[in-house]
């Protein structure tokens, strides 16, 4: 039984399985937005996290670290949306990026994806839509019904369109659950709300409609039961017929007394509700007819959260245990389940023919064959078509309708169930055969054209086949559409598309013949076949094999052709292309060297043979490209040394190409050919490539051929380059020994790179004239030493005082120290000494002299530097020094001069006499090396004092380190000493910073001590140091600061007790405020610090000054103490923070105190704020009295504040007696309505003209049923249009329609009215009193908002109001459509005709003619005459046609034909012909050709009529089928018609053949007939064989002899014409010919020889293109420029 059941059920999941905990599967923590994935949020310890399970891959759950209020997944991809309070993200997971965020204002209670790209956010009281793509922000869309006041939001639905929306809520009412919707209309903006539990949109197109109609079902439990409805929402779509609302029961069991619906989900697919309940029911109900076709539990649990499951049209969910269960339509059970369970035939044949099920074919069968054997053909055609799976549409039924017999005058039954087939559906493979066979008879191939358009056949290769034999074209069509891959390419080169060929190959993966299809291409088109050729080598891979490609293009002797194909087909330079890079390079070079040469310079191909190509290239005269080529060195060598016919740049590139042993065989071949021409081509080699070479290698090539030349070029090129030390000294070599001295002496100088020793050696050995090159090598390598002793030694003094006064003065402290050296006279070194005014280091020479104990030898000449006012530390350094070994008064020349170096001095003298060395160093401030002398000497009275003088921080921090093991020696000499001895207070400041910076407070308070409390120290008194004293004592020592503090009076009193309280010392603070009487601080400090304010109270009573009071007061109210706090407010007579206290005394509600605060204040300051708070104290303690005297009165209190506050508090009498007083009558009209005073509150609100208060004052008088006061409140409300609508609505809401409809009527007078009155006032009408719309429309239509009016006419059935209504509107088609659909009512000829004639759409045309053909057929040809101009008249005879009444519109016919229009002309000769009105037939078609003449022939060559069968043959002749013609003439022995047809048709055969059959069937006399009337076309010798045959020449003797007559005519002028021929060619000269030369193609390419280089090859025009011949062209003799390439 379990396989009949019209359903498949199916679990896909167990959540808790994968690691879902159970308590965390829930309508809060789990969503399923579709059927592909499933998004929980869990908990695991402290960790939140979201598990996103794809049900593709549903073991592998994908957990993320998220924490989130809600998380929803998109329903296609993998995009999570997240909700935390307000805030909301959209993130794409895939990505790890954040696409989307925004802060709501309002908290989100439900959202859910509507769509791919849109989430729908419900918060408490509206609904909005936000879009994922752009930045746009979410969109506000309707607010939410009161009726959801208070549900819990379960679901969101929309249609496809989004133009339908629902809210969906629950709530607990009365012991049960109850369901709360809201239906939203976008585009009407308008919302209604309905009772019910779970719904869903679905879109179906019902039979007979041609458009989709949105369907809305929803189900509800009641406690009187449970009912699913479906209804069609918005307008059906125009020509759709409504759908009919279904309202059927929902079965619950008896034990389900509390069941309800929860979850609804349409299948698209079979038109089936699934409707699930809360205990896990599933309901099946047929969309169309509400039936009920299955219902069972399929879940112990609640179901809480469904989706559509795609893969089966089902519905998918997930229960509280975690089972992610489906249940879909088992579609091969359904209809059989319906048929024998369900007992319902009808809704299993409408559910198998509306969705395409199984299970219903006997049942269509049987009918089928009912209707056919009844022979309803027709009937039996719809049957077939519609059966389900095309269990009917076989070749066997086709023969059915074939075998039938075409009743007379009618349409086959065949053709009946073609025609309903293509109206329905495609037609297969075996309906297309056998419709397209008579079409295409009939020559109506335009009709398949137009069925393939509308892709009503199927396509094959049998059909294709047949439509060949007719239209290629058309074929090529078919074959494409079938998907025959062989026979589209065959059609595309038949119709000349080679270019197509490739493309679809590749597309449907078909491999055809390329070659054979490039051959046929070659053949017909060369250009064509070029470009079919460079398109199988698009790709990467060719189509076909390149040999046998280019192998087509050299058999059509097409080299141009063929190179530039081949250039495209080896441009990716493959090595197993060589070949044929080699074939092409061989037959260029062969016919046309410069293109083989600018393809080699193009460096596009390396894999051809290239020593073949380099004797080809060698031979053509191309000895660059063969050097490139040549790999044998011996080749290479041949022809390299050739350098005058070679480009020299390309030829020291072509060395790089080399090795180096050939490359130096090369060079080496080179100079032995022709040094002289080549040496210089051999340098720019070998500079070039030096570094392969060798510079070694090169240099002994050089010098084996004594080329010293050569090689001082070669190096020169080099040496500024290179690094080699022998390249350099080389190069000086070559130099000296080429006489370039300069040349020397720059690399000597500028060069770092050769070895000084090696050229010092050798420039002394060579003995150049001039010494300069080696001064500038011991110079710079410092051998000035041994330059000195070689020039002294070889009497070159000279050359000595030239180094030193011109070449390098800064030498000369080694030049003295080695004339030193070599015991040179005292007299030559002094004078050098002196004549040296270059610079030179001072202290280098006192060094090298000091070296030598001869310092005094420098005396003399550092006092005349001196006396010459010389600074330099040097000179006074080396004097000092001399100064101190002599004991020549060196301190005071130490003290007094100010030029020498401290440092240098001092630390000559330490050893000497450490005094000398502080003097030093006191003097250069060298406070480190001062300080080392010092200590090492234990000088620390000097260091103290030099410390005190020196008053720098940085050295006290030094010397006060604690590392310091001479700290307190130190600080014993500071303390008695150096502070004693001073009268500066800046050195006593610093020595006191240097000790609080070393942190040494107690010797620091010490010190201080002696200082301040000293009487003798003239710093007693001194406020910094007492201050600093304090603070001191503050941070080292608190036991001792109360006693300064009473000790000292010079101190900073405030700053100091700040930093007491910043210490925590809160008494010593209070001593020294109060000390110095700043009793404000003093208060504070009890306040705020020791927090005691009884003590504080005690301290202001004694001071009692207004500002210790106030701030005594401001702590009170800090601490609550609001009556003692305005006391002391009072006493200080302090209204400043009147702020403050107000706040308090609201909050407190101490009004009877704040009254004497606020009176004392206002005494103080007039300030607004004040007077207003004094008012509101007044009405809050009720003293009104008081109120209205001070209101009275000048005061700056804002009074409107105040009576707003007492209405929001509902003080209605003292708000009353404000808002008089201001004269604020909307307010004051408000505040009477509060309490009861109506007519006061009107004539307020007279008073105060405002659209506000006139509506507050009207609802209220409303809600008391005070209509006489609301409607005079109203008049004055509805001239405001805005304010309209919520008036409107106020009284419908409360049931007061009458009443409102009476103040609408009363406001039309009024001057004021506006549209929105008439419009609102119409719909009232429509609603509540439709008797009285026409009228009122009548009379204002003008003055209404027409389609605010339109709709409520239609809501209310008022059709001939609507029809009046969408005239005026100028919404003609829908005014026709209206008449049409409710013609009772609505239709009036006249008015039909006359809007009919301004619709828009010309649709209604013929919805227009179909509506009269079934209610007013004899007025059918009156509304074609008014639809003439506009209709289109072939779909009009269409229509007549498909309904069979052609004969009732022949006027129209008639009328329209002029157009010469197909279908007219087509339709009125069908007509004609059944009338047999042949002379009116003939008429026609002479008048109007635009028909079907072969159809219309083939029609009427088979018609009873000989007329008729006459009218066919002459369609045939004006076709140009003659011989149908003709045959036909003489089946009706129409002898003068087939004589006439047979001359007209200029065809011999047809002709004959007619002359033929008057001889079978006896006719002479036709046989001569014939012979004069086609006389041009006849052959004499057939027409006389005939009449021998048939003795009957006298009959063919008058034709004979004009013919013997003809011909003997034309000889004669054919023999004139000859001697004329042959006299013009005597008279001519024979012109003499060139000497005729033997052809290049016959004499080869031996019969010629190389050209000189620069001259052009034969076939080569200078300058020209190329020397290619065109294609097709005889070769011609050499010297013939033929062709361009």
Not at 589 to 616: C, E, K, S, Y
Not at 1144 to 1158: I, W
Not at 1261 to 1274: S, Y
Request: hydrophobic share 40%.
């Amino acid at each position: 039984m379990a396989q009949n059941l019209p359903i498949r059920f199916q679990e896909h999941l167990q959540l808790q399985n994968i690691g879902i905990n159970v308590q965390q599967i829930g309508f809060a923590t789990l969503t399923m937005e579709s059927d592909k994935f499933i998004c929980v949020r869990e908990k695991v310890a402290d960790t939140s996290q979201v598990v996103i399970i794809d049900m593709a891959d549903s073991t592998n759950p994908i957990r993320r670290p998220i924490t989130a209020d809600s998380a929803i997944l998109n329903p296609a991809s993998k995009v999570i949306a997240l909700k935390a309070g307000k805030n909301l993200q959209i993130f794409n997971i895939e990505m790890k990026s954040r696409m989307k965020a925004h802060q709501m204002t309002d908290d989100v209670i439900f959202w859910k994806w509507i769509n791919l790209n849109t989430i729908s956010l419900v918060t408490e009281t509206s609904v909005y839509h936000w879009s994922m793509e752009g930045e746009s922000q979410p969109q506000k869309i309707f607010d939410r019904h009161s009726s959801l006041a208070g549900c819990q939001i379960i679901n969101y639905r929309a249609d496809m369109s989004l133009k339908w929306l629902l809210l969906i809520g629950i709530s607990a009412q009365q012991h049960r659950v109850a369901g709360h919707m809201q239906l939203y209309s976008v585009e009407r903006k308008v919302s209604q709300p309905i009772e019910g539990h779970a719904a869903a949109f679905a879109q179906m197109k019902l039979p007979g409609n041609t458009e989709e109609s949105t369907l809305f079902t929803f189900a509800v439990r009641t406690p009187q039961g449970g009912k699913l409805h479906i209804i069609e929402v918005g307008t059906p779509p125009t020509g759709n017929q409504p759908f009919t609302k279904k309202a059927v029961d929902v079965f619950f069991p008896p034990e389900a007394q509390t069941d309800f619906p929860v979850a609804m989900q349409v299948s698209s697919k079979y038109d089936v509700v699934y409707l699930i309940t809360k205990f896990g029911y599933v309901h099946l109900y047929d969309l169309e007819t509400g039936t009920c076709i299955y219902m069972n539990r399929i879940s112990g649990e609640t179901i809480f959260v469904t989706a559509v499951h795609e893969a089966t049209s089902g519905i998918i969910g997930v229960n509280r245990k975690g089972q992610v269960l489906s249940v879909s339509v088992d579609d091969k059970n359904i209809v059989p389940y319906v048929t024998n369970t369900l007992q319902n035939p009808d809704l299993a044949l409408r559910m198998a023919t509306r969705n395409n099920l199984a299970g219903a074919e006997e049942l269509f069968v049987r009918k089928f064959n009912m209707l056919f054997g009844q022979g309803q053909y027709s009937e039996a055609a719809k049957v077939a078509a519609k059966a389900p799976q095309g269990i009917l549409r076989t070749p066997e039924t086709i023969q059915r309708f074939q075998q039938v017999p075409p009743p007379p005058g009618q349409t086959s039954p065949l053709l009946q169930y073609f025609g309903i087939l293509l109206e329905s559906s495609q037609l297969n493979k075996y309906e297309a055969l056998e419709l397209c066979r008579p079409v295409l008879a009939q020559g109506k191939k335009q009709l398949i054209e137009k069925w393939l358009k509308e892709d009503k056949l199927e396509c094959s290769e049998e059909l294709g086949e047949l439509v060949k034999q007719v239209d290629p074209t058309l074929a090529l069509s078919v074959f494409l559409r079938a998907g025959v891959p062989g026979k589209v390419i065959q059609c595309f080169a038949e119709t000349g598309q080679f270019h197509k060929i490739i493309l679809y190959a590749k597309k449907v993966q078909y491999v055809p013949d390329y070659i054979f299809l490039l051959r046929n291409v070659m053949r017909l088109n060369p250009e064509q076949g070029t470009e079919f050729a460079k398109m199988l080598i698009q790709d990467d891979e060719p189509l076909a094999d390149l040999s046998q490609v280019v192998d087509v293009f050299m058999e059509m002797n097409m080299v141009q052709q063929c190179t530039s194909f081949l250039l495209d087909a080896l441009k990716n330079n493959r090595p197993s292309e060589g070949p044929l890079q080699t074939r092409l390079l061989e037959m260029n070079l062969m016919t046309a060297p410069q293109v083989a040469d600018a393809i080699m310079g193009n460096q596009m191909f390396t894999h051809f043979d290239r020593p073949h190509i380099a004797q080809l290239c060698e031979k053509a005269g191309l000895l660059q490209r063969a050097l490139e080529l040549y790999t044998d060195i011996y080749d290479i060598k041949r022809a390299v040394v050739h350098t005058h016919l070679l480009n020299p740049d390309w030829l020291v590139n072509y060395f790089g190409s080399l090795s180096v042993e050939d490359s130096l065989e090369c060079l080496k071949a080179m100079l032995q050919a022709n040094i002289r021409q080549n040496l210089q081509m051999v340098v720019k080699i070998a500079s070039k490539y030096y570094e392969q070479l060798t510079t070694t290698e090169l240099i002994d090539l050089f010098e084996s051929f004594k080329s010293f030349e050569g090689l001082f070029y070669f190096l020169g090129s080099i040496v500024n380059f290179s690094q080699d030390s022998d390249v350099h000294f080389k190069y000086i070599q070559a130099a000296c020994k080429t006489g370039q001295i300069k040349e020397v002496e720059r690399i000597c100088r500028e060069s770092n790179c050769y070895d000084p020793e090696t050229v010092k050696n050798f420039l002394k050995e060579a003995k150049l004239t001039d010494q300069l090159p080696l001064i500038i090598v011991c110079d710079r390598f410092d051998f000035v030493h041994d330059l000195v002793l070689y020039l002294y030694r070889h009497n070159l003094q000279k050359y000595i005082e030239i180094y030193v006064q011109k070449v390098n003065p800064s030498r000369l402290p080694i030049v003295v120290g080695a004339l030193l050296d070599v015991d040179c006279t005292d007299d030559i070194i002094k004078n050098l000494v002196l004549s040296v005014r270059g610079a030179f280091s001072t202290d280098d020479l006192v060094e090298e002299v000091e070296k030598r104990n001869r310092l005094k030898l420098l005396l003399p000449w550092l006092e005349s530097r001196v006396h010459e006012g010389v600074e330099e530390p040097a000179t006074h350094n080396a004097l000092a020094k001399i100064y101190i070994d002599s004991n020549n008064n060196p301190e005071r020349y130490l003290k007094e001069n100010q030029f020498y170096d401290s440092r240098v001095v001092g630390r000559y003298c330490e050893k000497r006499d450490p005094h000398l060395a502080c003097v030093a160093y006191e003097r250069g401030q060298c406070d480190e090396e001062l300080i080392k002398v010092c200590n090492q000497n234990s000088l620390f009275k000097t260091e103290a004092r030099y410390l005190v003088r020196r008053r720098d921080p940085e050295l006290w921090g030094v010397v006060l380190q604690p590392d310091n093991t001479y700290r307190r020696q130190l600080i014993d000499q500071v303390v008695q000493t150096a502070l004693s001895e001073t009268q500066d207070p800046e050195d006593v400041s610093v020595a006191v910073k240097a000790f609080m910076s070393a942190d040494l407070p107690n010797e620091l308070i010490e010190l201080l001590e002696k200082i301040v409390l000293d009487e003798s120290s003239i710093f007693r008194d001194h406020r910094n140091l007492q201050n600093l004293l304090i603070l001191t004592a503050i941070k080292a020592a608190e036991s001792r600061v109360m006693e300064y503090i009473n000790r000292l009076d010079n101190y900073d009193a405030p700053d100091i007790a700040n930093i007491a309280i910043a210490s925590e010392l809160y008494e010593e603070a209070f001593a020294i405020f109060k000390k110095f009487e700043v009793n404000t601080s003093a208060i504070e400090v009890l306040i705020q610090h020791i927090h005691n304010l009884d003590r504080a109270y005690e301290f202001a009573e004694r001071c009692n000054q207004p500002a210790v009071w106030s701030l005594l007061a401001k702590a009170q109210l800090e601490e609550g103490m609001v009556k003692e706090a305005i006391d002391s407010y009072i006493k200080a007579d302090d209204p400043s923070c009147y702020t403050e206290v107000i706040q308090a005394a609201n909050q407190g509600g101490n009004f009877e105190d704040l009254v004497r605060y606020l009176q004392m204040a206002r005494k103080k300051t007039r300030e607004s704020f004040i007077e207003t708070e004094l008012v509101f104290a007044f009405a809050k303690t009720n003293r009104l009295a008081d109120l209205e005297e001070f209101i009275s009165g000048p005061n700056h209190a804002q009074i409107q504040q105040v009576g707003e506050r007492c209405y929001e508090e509902k003080m209605f009498e003292a708000a009353k007696l404000l808002f008089n007083n201001i004269s604020n009558f909307a307010r004051l009209a408000s505040t009477l309505v509060h309490l009861g005073e109506f007519q006061a509150a009107v004539d307020s609100a007279r008073k105060a003209n405002s659209t506000r208060t006139w509506k507050e004052v009207c609802f209220s008088c409303v809600d008391a049923n005070e209509f006489r006061m609301a409607q005079v409140c109203g008049l004055h409300i509805v001239v405001h249009a805005d304010e309209l609508e919520d008036l409107i609505n106020y009284y419908q809401n409360r049931g007061y329609f009458n009443e409102l409809i009476t103040l609408l009527e009363a406001a039309l007078g009024l001057e004021r009215a506006h549209m929105g009155m008439f419009t609102e006032l119409a719909i009232l009408y429509s609603k509540y009193k439709p008797s009285k719309m026409r009228e009122h429309l009548e009379l204002f239509w003008s003055r209404v908002n027409i389609p605010k009016v339109l709709r409520a006419a239609d809501q209310a059935h008022l059709w001939s109001e609507l029809v009046f209504l969408y005239d005026k509107y100028e919404e003609y088609d829908n005014a026709v459509l209206t008449m049409m659909s409710h013609p009772t009512e609505a239709w009036k000829e006249s008015l039909f005709k006359d809007v009919i004639t301004k619709v828009a759409n010309i649709e209604l045309y013929y919805k227009a003619l179909q509506f009269y053909l079934e209610h007013k057929p004899l007025l059918i040809n009156d509304l074609l005459v008014v639809l003439t101009p506009r209709m289109d008249h072939t779909r009009a005879v269409g229509f007549f046609t498909r309904v069979s009444h052609l004969h009732l519109v022949k006027p129209y016919l008639c009328t329209v034909q002029t157009n010469n229009n197909k279908a007219i002309n087509e339709a009125l000769n069908q007509v004609y012909i059944e009338d047999e009105d042949y002379e009116s037939l003939q008429k026609s078609i002479d008048s109007f050709d635009n028909f079907d003449t072969i159809a219309l022939a083939q029609q009427l060559e088979k018609h009873e009529l000989l007329e008729f069968r006459r009218i066919a043959a002459y369609l045939y002749k004006c076709n140009n089928r003659w011989a149908q013609s003709v045959e036909l003439c003489k089946k009706d022995k129409l002898f003068k018609d087939a004589m006439m047809y047979a001359c007209e048709s200029r065809n011999v055969e047809i002709a004959e053949a007619l002359i033929a059959w008057f001889l079978e069937i006896g006719k002479k006399e036709c046989f001569a007939a014939c012979l004069y009337s086609c006389y041009d076309l006849l052959h004499p010798d057939v027409i006389l064989e005939l009449a021998w045959r048939h003795n009957i020449m006298d009959f063919a003797m008058p034709y004979l002899v004009q013919v013997t007559r003809e011909y003997l005519t034309k000889v004669d002028k054919l023999l004139q014409s000859d001697a004329k021929r042959t006299e013009e060619e005597q008279d001519q000269q024979p012109a003499p010919m060139m000497t005729e030369m033997p052809l290049m193609i016959t004499a080869g390419p031996a019969m010629t020889s190389m050209p000189p280089a620069g001259m052009v090859p034969p076939g080569m025009m200078p300058g020209g293109p190329g020397p290619y011949p065109t294609p097709g062209m005889q070769p011609q003799a050499p010297g013939f420029y033929g062709g361009q390439f």
